[in-house]
């Protein structure tokens, strides 16, 4: 079987999804391995490629051989006795080099359902970082809300003292601590879809639902991005697997021609004779031994003439199928590479307006120190530095995720 092919593409997919994310996914590469080894999914298809590996042997089989046995109950009589039974056997042969098609017929059939198993890990590779990613969005944006809420804790104190001397209302307590209430219960939200996400993620694993993932606490983007063109998409499996149809159905056809053909049969048959005892005479009782060859023609041939139609459409079909999912490809290459630049620009954008509003923030801290302090200006400026924060967030796993798309389809 060649897959030696197939193979390297899967290990190079794999090595670069991990690579990609640098020293980040150490973690998610142990997942992705542990989801591989323990998915039934997969397990389904190894099975489904061992039966068509099998076929390859069941390929090689020729016509059962016939044996007949009679007694003459009413005995014929010939000139050196009478005939008392016949014995016989018979065996067809097919034409030249069918076995060998049948062969290349079921190793091109097994090789297609080999790619449906490279295509079911590459797609379970994919599934669980796309998880993995969502999980590190929940957990960097819970990180986010507890430095928020530490930060609100501290302006809250500095508000009691402003209260105590007189230059704050107890409304601006109450604010502080209404906004405070409000990201706890953000943050206990995101607990339970860290729940959710990761009975997920534990399912695709195949333990229990309820087991601990962990996932990096940081993530920066790549200096650069990785150049790409539509023509990487050529080596998908998915593509590369209509490829494989399309040769199946073309083996198909040469065995089809080779079952159109005659059979060719040769036997013996064996007739046990009586010495007759009226008369002496040569060769008296000589038993009667008789080759045989036949041969089968396929005079109504109007099956395998449809048949050869029938390939010929299905040829034009499996074309068409993939011409159809490069169109698809194409289109999902295109919108997870704009979806990823985007992400990028979000993220830069998102750093600038983080900056201005620490700076923001510092100039607060500074009136305060020469004693005036407006906490209306604190909450915008706590509310704006948040929103960045977790667009941050959010532009990080939305290119990594995208990222992972990317590498699902061109590598």
Same mark, same amino acid.
């Given at each position: 079987?060649?897959?030696?092919?197939?193979?390297i593409?899967?290990?190079?997919?794999?090595?670069?999804c991990?690579?990609?994310?640098?020293?980040?996914?150490?973690?998610?590469?142990?997942y992705?391995?542990?989801?591989?080894?323990?998915?039934? =999914?997969?397990k %389904?298809?190894e099975?489904?490629?061992?039966?068509?590996?099998?076929?390859?042997?069941?390929?090689?089989?020729?016509?059962?051989?016939e044996?007949?046995a009679?007694?003459?109950?009413?005995?014929?009589?010939?000139?050196?006795?009478?005939?008392?039974? @016949?014995?016989?056997?018979?065996q067809?042969?097919?034409?030249?080099?069918?076995? /060998?098609?049948?062969?290349?017929?079921?190793?091109?059939?097994?090789?297609?359902?080999?790619?449906?198993?490279?295509?079911?890990? @590459?797609?379970?590779?994919l599934?669980?970082s796309?998880?993995?990613?969502?999980?590190?969005?929940?957990r960097?944006?819970?990180?986010? &809300?507890?430095?928020?809420i530490?930060?609100?804790?501290?302006?809250e104190?500095?508000?009691? /003292?402003?209260?105590?001397?007189?230059?704050?209302?107890?409304?601006?307590?109450?604010? &502080?601590?209404?906004?405070?209430?409000?990201?706890q219960?953000?943050?206990e939200?995101?607990?339970?879809?860290?729940?959710?996400?990761?009975a997920?993620?534990n399912?695709?694993?195949?333990?229990?639902?309820? %087991?601990?993932?962990?996932?990096?606490?940081?993530?920066?983007?790549?200096l650069?991005?990785?150049?790409?063109?539509?023509?990487?998409? /050529?080596?998908?499996?998915e593509?590369?697997?209509?490829?494989k149809?399309?040769?199946?159905?073309a083996?198909?056809?040469?065995?089809n021609?080779r079952?159109?053909?005659?059979?060719?049969?040769?036997?013996?048959d064996?007739?046990?004779?009586?010495?007759?005892?009226?008369?002496?005479?040569?060769?008296?009782?000589?038993?009667?031994?008789?080759?045989?060859?036949?041969?089968?023609?396929?005079?109504?041939?109007?099956?395998?003439?449809?048949?050869? %139609?029938?390939?010929?459409?299905r040829?034009q079909?499996?074309?068409s199928?993939?011409?159809? @999912?490069?169109?698809?490809?194409k289109? =999902?290459?295109?919108?997870?590479?704009?979806?990823?630049n985007q992400?990028?620009?979000?993220?830069?954008?998102?750093?600038?307006?983080l900056?201005?509003?620490?700076?923001?923030?510092?100039?607060?801290? %500074?009136?305060y =120190?020469?004693?005036?302090i407006?906490?209306?200006?604190?909450?915008?400026i706590?509310?704006l530095q &948040?929103?960045?924060?977790?667009?941050?967030? =959010?532009?990080?796993?939305?290119?990594?995720?995208?990222?992972?798309?990317i590498?699902y389809?061109?590598?």
């Amino acid at each position: 079987m060649k897959k030696d092919k197939t193979n390297i593409q899967f290990v190079l997919f794999f090595g670069i999804c991990l690579s990609a994310f640098n020293s980040y996914s150490q973690d998610l590469n142990t997942y992705i391995d542990e989801a591989i080894s323990n998915s039934p =999914e997969i397990k %389904k298809f190894e099975l489904r490629y061992d039966i068509s590996t099998e076929k390859v042997n069941e390929a090689n089989w020729i016509p059962n051989t016939e044996f007949s046995a009679g007694y003459f109950v009413s005995t014929p009589e010939t000139r050196v006795g009478a005939q008392r039974a @016949r014995i016989g056997f018979k065996q067809m042969l097919p034409w030249f080099g069918t076995i /060998t098609a049948r062969k290349n017929y079921a190793t091109s059939m097994a090789e297609a359902d080999y790619l449906e198993v490279t295509i079911a890990k @590459r797609k379970l590779v994919l599934s669980v970082s796309q998880f993995y990613y969502l999980l590190y969005e929940i957990r960097a944006k819970q990180g986010v &809300l507890d430095q928020n809420i530490e930060l609100l804790q501290t302006y809250e104190r500095l508000a009691l /003292t402003s209260v105590e001397v007189g230059k704050a209302s107890a409304v601006d307590v109450l604010r &502080l601590q209404i906004r405070q209430n409000e990201l706890q219960q953000e943050k206990e939200v995101l607990q339970q879809q860290n729940k959710g996400i990761q009975a997920a993620m534990n399912s695709l694993l195949n333990r229990e639902y309820n %087991k601990e993932v962990i996932v990096v606490d940081s993530l920066q983007l790549p200096l650069e991005d990785r150049q790409l063109s539509f023509e990487a998409l /050529t080596v998908n499996p998915e593509l590369l697997k209509f490829d494989k149809l399309y040769e199946s159905v073309a083996q198909s056809e040469l065995l089809n021609l080779r079952e159109a053909q005659p059979m060719f049969g040769f036997g013996v048959d064996y007739i046990p004779v009586s010495e007759r005892i009226d008369m002496n005479m040569p060769d008296n009782g000589k038993d009667i031994v008789m080759p045989m060859v036949s041969i089968s023609i396929p005079i109504f041939n109007n099956r395998y003439k449809s048949i050869t %139609k029938q390939n010929d459409l299905r040829q034009q079909e499996i074309t068409s199928q993939k011409d159809e @999912r490069l169109n698809g490809l194409k289109t =999902e290459l295109a919108k997870a590479i704009s979806q990823r630049n985007q992400s990028r620009i979000k993220f830069e954008t998102q750093s600038k307006n983080l900056q201005q509003a620490k700076d923001a923030e510092e100039i607060l801290i %500074k009136n305060y =120190e020469t004693g005036t302090i407006d906490f209306n200006d604190v909450l915008d400026i706590q509310e704006l530095q &948040l929103k960045f924060q977790t667009n941050q967030i =959010e532009s990080i796993k939305t290119y990594y995720q995208q990222s992972t798309i990317i590498n699902y389809l061109t590598i």
